[in-house]
């Protein structure tokens, strides 16, 4: 798998606000963490809920920042988003886990 290949497609596909195209990265059981909303979102159904919320929703765009390929099958990627919210510009995290090359988990969360 060609993980910065891979990040790169994905972050087109959220940047582009398309929501099927995104969901095509993630396995159709796949969970999402963000402790910073307070929630796990699971599966398809879940994983589109969370990115029409808070990234749709707020105009968030996501720029790649760093990439630390951690592992055959685990990424580090630290982020920036801006976008139609009180900060209007603030750093994440995505730590992925990949498994039949998509996400099989992440863990997104904000830095303060």
Do not use: C
Not at 54 to 77: C, M, P, S
């Amino acid at each position: 798998m060609d993980i910065p290949a891979f990040i790169n497609d994905w972050l087109v596909a959220s940047n582009a606000y398309d929501t099927k195209k995104y969901l095509t990265f993630y396995l159709p059981n796949a969970v999402l963490d963000d402790p910073s909303v307070g929630r796990k979102f699971e599966g398809h159904k879940g994983i589109q809920h969370y990115f029409e919320n808070y990234f749709i929703d707020y105009n968030t765009q996501t720029k790649l920042v760093y990439l630390e390929i951690t592992g055959d099958d685990r990424a580090l990627l630290e982020v920036e988003f801006t976008g139609e919210f009180p900060e209007g510009k603030i750093g994440g995290i995505f730590d992925f886990t990949f498994k039949n090359n998509k996400i099989s988990a992440a863990k997104a969360d904000l830095i303060h």
